[in-house]
Every structure is written in structure tokens, then in C-alpha cells.
């Protein structure tokens, strides 16, 4: 015979509201969650979260819509993200939209039509028009890593001006003037806060950034390689590039490869959030690292909040978290000052 929450009840001797407080993701006693949860398992009691659904408006599913699911970037945010929303009794419907903006706007619709309580995005669509569903719904929207202007909702980001400022630094650092960078697509908000890092690190150093010394790629391994040779090709006086986007870092590396170029002998290079990359590679390479980890724990943990408060759209104080990046020390570097 299948359990009940009146079984749960008598089990536990706790009344009726208090378990289904615990079943619907309410605060309870912690004495009490462990009494209930104890009957749980003792008795086999299944939840049915189709009709919980239905009574409640609340399907405990978050859907999140990413550019690419084999990139490590992505999928360690998942990864952490995934284990604070586990814990509150939520599960994830993860769609991977391949960078394509049509794709981005089907997966948003398709969990929308899924019911899932809140959205969590890695925008590819730069006007944010594909989450109007949600927005006129008014459930949840958390964006990561990219801002977009205009929408109005919890931004969890990395400080990437910072980011690539720092970078630029500890190449100016070591002598270099002549510094290359291989930029990610003009219109992505991590593209510019980078490529404005790189230019004002050089104009604070009293160096003047250089149009040749730019190359923007697509975010993708194939850009990357195709960015640096051109680079290297175009600008024999080149003595470092700053790579600023983790697949292109891979893709500059088989460039330089191709090329027969020495590292750091012939050019120093500083590539960005691909560590087990670095590591594998020889020399180890100095990469910008990004606080993964962090950062799907505080997208979780803001969309449970909104999902938990009971306020109207003109109460809410939308929160820009804004993460530091820190940097990897390999031996890509070569200091022109010995």
C-alpha cells in the first residue's frame, strides 16, 4: 500500500501542515525535517510532484539555457549550481542553445511551456528579447556572466575589465609594449569589459593601443587560431598577446603550433579560464582563472530567493553580483628586463 502524508503524520506525531510546509519546500524545525525525512525513507513515501504541481503553481524545476554544454566553463557553474538547488529539493531542464540566438529563443520558450519556476541564462541574444515570456510571467530570471541593458532582473558576473586589466598589467609587468589580444564578437558584454581592460591597462602604462594589435574572434577554437596567426603574421614586433576567452585560448595555442612559434622565447602568452588546458600544456601556460565554483552557487542561491519571496515587480531590489577573477601562474611569460 503506498504511503500518505498521513502516514507521515502518524509516523512522526507531526501535524499535517508542518510536513506539508517540509514537502513544498517550506522552512521547517530542523529537529522536525529530520523526523520527517526519517519516515520518508522508512516508509517508502513517494512525492507526486505532478499533482503537487498542480496545487501549488510550482513544478520545483529551474531551467537553464547556456551557449555550449561542452565547454568546462559552462558546465562547472552547472555543476555547483546544480548541488545548491539539489539541496532545496529542485531539479534542472538544461538546454544547450550551440551560440545560436533562434535556438536560445526555442529552448526559452519550451521551458516556459514546461512550467519551470524561474530561468537561469547565459544570454547568446543581446536585446534579451527571447526571456519576454518569462518577464510578462513574472517568474525569475537570473543571467550569467553577460548584461544585458534594459532587463531588469539578478545578474551574477565576473569582473572582467578587472580581469583583463590585470592580465595586460603582468605582461607591462615584465617589459612588453607590444601587446596583442585576441577579443571575443564586438556585441557580447564580456568582449567589451575585456577589450576595454586591455586598452586602459595599456593607456595607463602610457602605451598607445594599437587597431592591428586587435583581432575579435568568435568564442570558438577555430577563431582563436585563425585571430592568432593573423596576429602574428601581420605584427612581427608583437611580443605577447593576451587571449581572452578559454576555447580561443586553445585555438591560439594550436595557432602558434602551427606557426612554429616559441613560447615564451618568441612570444608570451596569457590565455583565459582553461586550467587542465594550461596545465597540459608545455610550458605551463599563465591563464585568468574565473570562480566557477562561486558563481553557479550564487546563481542558485539567488533564483531560490526570488522563487521563495512573495513581493510585487516594484518591490524587488535586483542584485548585480559582480565575482573577481584571479590568475594562474604558468611559465608562457618571458620577462624582457633580464
Known amino acids: 500500500m503506498v504511503a500518505t ?8 506525531g507531526l501535524g499535517l501542515a508542518t510536513i506539508s ?26 512525492v507526486n510532484e505532478v499533482a503537487r504541481g498542480l496545487k501549488t503553481n510550482k513544478t520545483k524545476t529551474i531551467g537553464v539555457v547556456i551557449p555550449e ?13 546544480e548541488d545548491v538547488l539539489r539541496n532545496h529539493g529542485y531539479a534542472t531542464i538544461v538546454c544547450d542553445c550551440r551560440t545560436n540566438k533562434e535556438l536560445e529563443k526555442n529552448a526559452v520558450d519550451f521551458l516556459f511551456r514546461k512550467r519551470v519556476d524561474g530561468i537561469i541564462n547565459m544570454p547568446v541574444n543581446s536585446d534579451g528579447s527571447h526571456l519576454s515570456c518569462f518577464h510578462k510571467a513574472k517568474k525569475p530570471i537570473v543571467l550569467i556572466d553577460r548584461k544585458i541593458n534594459g532587463i531588469e532582473c539578478d545578474y551574477v558576473l565576473v569582473d572582467n575589465l578587472t580581469a583583463a ?3 595586460i598589467q603582468r605582461l607591462i609587468d615584465n617589459g612588453h609594449k607590444r601587446i ?13 569589459e575585456r577589450m576595454l581592460g586591455y586598452k586602459l591597462a595599456l ?4 602605451i598607445v593601443p594599437e587597431d592591428r594589435l586587435i583581432e575579435h574572434g568568435d568564442y570558438t577554437i577555430n577563431g582563436g587560431a585563425r585571430c592568432l596567426e593573423k596576429l602574428v603574421k601581420n605584427n612581427r614586433d608583437m611580443t605577447a598577446v593576451f ?4 576555447e580561443m585560448t586553445m585555438g591560439a595555442v594550436i595557432g602558434i603550433n602551427e606557426l612554429g612559434v616559441k613560447i615564451p622565447e618568441e612570444l608570451s602568452v596569457i590565455g583565459f579560464d582553461n586550467t587542465e588546458f594550461a596545465r597540459a600544456c608545455k610550458p605551463k601556460l599563465t591563464i585568468v582563472t574565473q570562480p566557477k565554483e562561486e558563481i553557479g552557487k ?16 516594484q518591490e524587488i531590489e535586483y542584485k548585480i553580483i559582480k565575482l573577481q577573477t584571479d590568475i594562474m601562474e604558468g611559465n608562457s611569460i618571458r620577462n624582457l628586463k633580464k
Open 5 to 12: 502524508i498521513k502516514d507521515i503524520a502518524k509516523y512522526t
Open 298 to 313: 550564487n546563481v542558485a542561491e539567488l533564483i531560490l530567493k526570488r522563487i521563495a519571496e512573495n513581493k510585487s515587480e
Open 203 to 206: 593607456m595607463e602604462a602610457g
Open 243 to 246: 587571449v581572452a576567452n578559454h
Open 69 to 81: 554544454l561542452n565547454i568546462n566553463f559552462c558546465t562547472e557553474i552547472i555543476t555547483a549550481m
Open 180 to 192: 596583442g589580444m585576441v577579443g571575443g564578437p564586438e556585441d557580447v558584454f564580456t568582449a567589451q
Open 165 to 167: 586589466k590585470n592580465a
Open 21 to 46: 510546509s517540509y514537502l513544498n519546500g517550506g522552512n521547517v524545525r530542523e529537529e522536525n525535517r529530520k523526523k520527517i525525512e526519517a519516515a520518508i525513507k522508512e516508509l517508502n513515501f513517494e
